[in-house]
């Protein structure tokens, strides 16, 4: 699969105005909010700006996962406001991808497009995304690139670049850059996929494992001008421990008996090899002239604890495709839960 890098300068094109269909619209915009109290109101102004004129019947769903300064109230303001906003209220701080999985739940949109809040994305990237993913070829994702990304250097670009080289080698998405939350996804390449603890910046990989075409897109990076960043370097420890889980999700997750089997398999193997140098100590090779009683040789012991971690292995695996078919019966579990929804006209809290 490849996925071409496209550096637009042009304007975006207008959009056709559709007749919105009950229930359903063109696009959703889902920006996670954790105390970004001095953004909110420029991003709906931005978010606004680039997307009134381009005709779309959109949504801009705005997740808050748990602030603790005035962003709940801010995004209170905005939803009373605007019909086109709908905040969620999580009853705690969950994390981005808790709060990300939380806005794609609820959204109605047929293209959904993640952004932060902090506005270091360009609002005005949508539209171009939008283009890129309607244009030919068809795409299913087009991702963000921030190719001149305005972070610092030593603790956010360079473990990114070395992150993005290790996911690209590893999942064989070739995209420059995972990290990047403007994205624009079809509704249908994310309904399969399920989020946990850090895996949203992933969501290219496991949709492409399905089958998803993907494409990227430069993308205007932005410094920060207010508030603080929520990320250090020990994001890039997680993201690495996050990999882990993704490439046994890519490559064992329908299957995870195969996965454990190989590993039974290499042990068993481990442990005739380890036997038979036992044995052939016995009759005085590798470095015993004299010969050694098997019963006096701790290699046997190694290759009977070697043996015994082949059955482990074994029932390992059994176990694991038990869980994948119970995982695979009970679709619909959450990772995150909603204090309230709060849209305009609504005059009581739905907990």
């Known amino acids: ?139 299913d994702i087009v991702s963000g690139w921030r190719k001149k990304r305005q972070d610092k250097l030593f603790s956010r670009r360079v473990p990114s670049i070395i992150a993005n080289k290790i996911i690209r080698s590893l999942t064989n998405v070739p995209i420059h850059d995972f990290g990047c939350t403007l994205k624009a996804y079809r509704r249908e390449v994310l309904e399969d996929v399920s989020l946990s603890s850090d895996l949203h910046r992933f969501l290219p990989a496991l949709a492409a494992w399905h089958g998803a075409k993907i494409t990227e897109m430069v993308a205007n990076h932005r410094p920060r001008t207010a508030g603080v960043t929520k990320y250090g370097l020990w994001r890039t420890v997680r993201v690495v421990l996050d990999l882990i889980i993704v490439r046994f999700l890519g490559t064992y997750m329908t299957k995870p008996l195969y996965f454990f089997g190989r590993l039974g398999i290499l042990s068993f193997g481990s442990a005739l090899v380890v036997l038979g140098v036992a044995v052939a100590q016995k009759f005085g090779w590798f470095w015993q002239p004299e010969g050694l009683h098997l019963n006096r040789n701790i290699l046997v012991s190694l290759s009977a604890l070697m043996a015994f971690f082949t059955v482990q292995c074994v029932m390992f695996g059994i176990l694991a495709e038990l869980l994948v078919r119970v995982y695979h019966d009970r679709q619909g579990r959450r990772i995150y839960r909603i204090r309230e929804v709060i849209r305009q006209g609504d005059d009581e809290s739905n907990s």
């Open 1 to 139: 699969m490849e996925a071409t890098a496209i550096e637009t300068e042009r304007p975006a094109t207008r959009h056709q105005q559709q007749t919105p269909r009950p229930g359903r619209c063109d696009l959703s915009v889902v920006a996670p909010v954790h105390n970004e109290e001095e953004n909110l109101r420029e991003l709906h102004k931005q978010l606004t700006e680039a997307l009134a004129p381009t005709g779309l019947d959109y949504e801009l769903i705005l997740v808050d996962d748990g602030s603790t300064d005035t962003s709940l109230s801010i995004l209170r303001e905005l939803a009373q406001s605007d019909p086109r906003v709908t905040v969620l209220e999580l009853r705690r701080n969950f994390g981005q991808t808790a709060a990300m999985a939380a806005g794609i739940d609820n959204t109605r949109g047929d293209v959904i497009v993640p952004i932060d809040a902090d506005l270091q994305n360009d609002p005005a990237d949508i539209p171009k995304l939008l283009d890129v993913l309607n244009g030919e070829p068809r795409y």
